[in-house]
């Protein structure tokens, strides 16, 4: 799935079992890379890449799950250069066992990959003068984050919102009480944000604050 916007282009790819989205998110000639989960489909990922010359500058994990971070590896041996891969420091612990994770579920294992930096919240990445802003919305996990675009009013949400739902908090690794402020740091921004989601299909936050239950749940909205 490929769209256009004013300064950016997105292409979407569903990976593995669990249908998690990978992003390419490009302008001009270089591009970032979102949630490379699974080895085959990342490998695809970066022959997409390749065909069209792209350059990756970054790629980025929303979160420390196995079927967001287990293809990065993969996908950089087939550009046939590492462009670094960062992820929040919170969850470097869940992506140490991703691998474990994945065996546990699918019976097999994929060594996890090794971060090159480090995310808190607060940074921005900047492509062809495109700022994308790094948003820390603990709550599925410790690390997860948001990727904010403001000047496309487009937001990467991972696992922590999703059209017409919200990301798990019955993990060990979740928290009910982070996952409601997170989300309602969310709701507070432009609702004409469009947000593509870790799974599933996009939305805007306008749609999703009016139609999203568990949303409206969370965060106490009158029906």
């Given at each position: 799935?490929?769209?256009?916007f ?12 669990l ?26 990922l970066?022959?997409y ?175």
């Amino acid at each position: 799935m490929e769209k256009r916007f004013f300064n950016i282009e997105i292409f979407r790819r569903e990976m593995g079992p669990l249908q998690t989205n990978a992003y390419i998110v490009s302008t001009g000639k270089v591009c970032m890379v979102i949630d490379p989960g699974f080895p085959k489909e990342s490998v695809e990922l970066a022959e997409y890449i390749l065909e069209r010359r792209l350059e990756v500058e970054y790629i980025i994990a929303t979160h420390g799950h196995f079927d967001h971070v287990l293809g990065v590896d993969k996908f950089r041996e087939r550009l046939g250069y590492k462009p670094k891969f960062y992820i929040h420091i919170d969850d470097l612990s869940l992506l140490a066992t991703a691998g474990d994770a994945l065996n546990r579920f699918f019976g097999v294992y994929v060594k996890p990959p090794k971060p090159d930096a480090y995310l808190y919240g607060g940074e921005k990445f900047t492509l062809n003068g495109v700022v994308f802003e790094i948003i820390h919305t603990p709550g599925h996990t410790r690390g997860s984050i948001c990727i904010y675009i403001e000047s496309e009013k487009i937001m990467f949400t991972g696992d922590t919102l999703f059209r017409g739902s919200i990301g798990r908090y019955d993990f060990p690794e979740s928290d009910e009480n982070l996952m409601r402020k997170s989300l309602q740091r969310i709701a507070n921004m432009d609702p004409e944000i469009r947000i593509f989601p870790g799974h599933g299909n996009e939305s805007t936050l306008n749609n999703e604050l009016e139609f999203n239950g568990p949303l409206r749940d969370m965060l106490g909205l009158i029906p």
